[in-house]
């Protein structure tokens, strides 16, 4: 994904985005250091720069949930697409729901621009119910 961007290829970047893309969810900074513990260990400063910028280049998109974490879930199709999310307010799983769209109708008042809309479902998941 990176290469085929033209952008400039890290081991970092690559560890990181392949972890985030074997993930089903989205993950907070301290579950991709968990995970990547072991062969692949990254500086906390190195890990955020990652992100930052896996974050920036549309690899990855970040959210933020009520519990005030970053959580970070990598990008299936090759530019990120407005879609909703379901976060647990039980356990704080957040899922994204690819199938729900985050846009809007709605007029804002004059002089007013929008960049982004972010939808997020709160309840209960499967596991937690």
Known sequence: MIRHRE????P?????????????RAVTHHEIEERLKGEHRFDRVTLYRVLEWLNEKGFVH??????????FRANIHEY?????HFECLRCTKVICLDD????????LPAGYRSREVELTVKGLCAECT
């Open 12 to 24: 970092g970047r690559i560890h990181i985005l392949a972890m985030l893309l074997s993930e089903r």
């Open 80 to 84: 990120s697409q407005p879609h909703s």
């Open 62 to 71: 970040r959210l933020v949930s009520a519990d005030r974490v970053w959580r």
């Open 7 to 10: 952008e400039r290829i890290t």
């Open 100 to 107: 729900f769209e985050a846009a809007h109708d709605f007029e």
